[in-house]
T-cell receptor, first 112, second 114 residues
Framework: QQQVKQSPQSLIVQKGGISIINCAYE??????FPWYQQFPGKGPALLIA?????SEKKEGRFTISFNKSAKQFSLHIMDSQPGDSATYFC???????????FGQGTRLTINP | DVKVTQSSRYLVKRTGEKVFLECVQD?????MFWYRQDPGLGLRLIYF???????EKGDIPEGYSVSREKKERFSLILESASTNQTSMYLC?????????????FGPGTRLTVL
């Protein structure tokens, strides 16, 4: 079974700190890696995504770092804010596959 | 705005009952998905539909069936609910074709089976 392994399962960060969530995958055919953000009582929503032809993608305070040789990618949240408190899911897919393989999720809490 | 709605936010059923979870999307998406979300296990795909009356098993289809009679509506059916089906159920939709398509999720239905 194709898998994406995500860690940590939960994370507590002080306001203003850097939050880091890591994911590792097995299938080298994966070619698109999105992150989804889920607030309590809501469904997940696409936050940011990266393709393996770049090593980093930044959108505001959110950055994905990608290491193709290690088959790992990570989400960095700079200057973390209490409003960033949510559950984050990494995912992976193959072009044209239509389906996503999700990681186990990370519950992030930003303390004020 | 894409909108995916689910018929119930909370549902309590008894073991052995037949349960219907309904999902409707308003963006004319071809693809629709049912996931269950459990702590530490992430989102696991139950069933996927890429067209009306078409369905494909996901990773954990056992104990579930689906129905898609209209493009905008995708139903998840628990023929005989069991306590191990207590979970959060999420519906999602996406357009077909293209290289990588964003999935849009509903708010979820928290199902408790007693």
């Amino acid at each position: 079974q194709q898998q994406v392994k995500q860690s940590p399962q939960s994370l507590i960060v002080q306001k203003g700190g850097i939050s880091i969530i890591n994911c590792a995958y097995e299938n080298t055919a994966f070619d698109y890696f999105p992150w989804y953000q889920q607030f309590p009582g809501k469904g997940p929503a696409l936050l940011i995504a990266i393709r393996p032809d770049v090593s980093e993608k930044k959108e505001g305070r959110f950055t994905i770092s990608f290491n193709k040789s290690a088959k790992q990618f990570s989400l960095h949240i700079m200057d973390s804010q209490p409003g960033d408190s949510a559950t984050y899911f990494c995912a992976a897919t193959i072009q044209g596959a239509q389906k996503l393989v999700f990681g186990q999720g990370t519950r992030l809490t930003i303390n004020p | 705005d894409v909108k995916v709605t689910q018929s119930s936010r909370y549902l309590v059923k008894r073991t052995g009952e037949k349960v219907f979870l309904e999902c409707v999307q308003d963006m004319d998406h071809e693809n629709m998905f049912w996931y269950r979300q459990d702590p530490g296990l992430g989102l696991r795909l139950i069933y996927f539909s890429y067209d009306v009356k078409m369905k494909e098993k996901g990773d954990i289809p056992e104990g579930y069936s689906v129905s898609r009679e209209k493009k905008e509506r995708f139903s998840l059916i628990l023929e005989s609910a069991s306590t191990n089906q207590t979970s959060m159920y999420l519906c999602a939709s996406s357009i077909a074709g293209g290289s990588h398509n964003e999935q849009f999720f509903g708010p979820g239905t928290r199902l408790t089976v007693l």
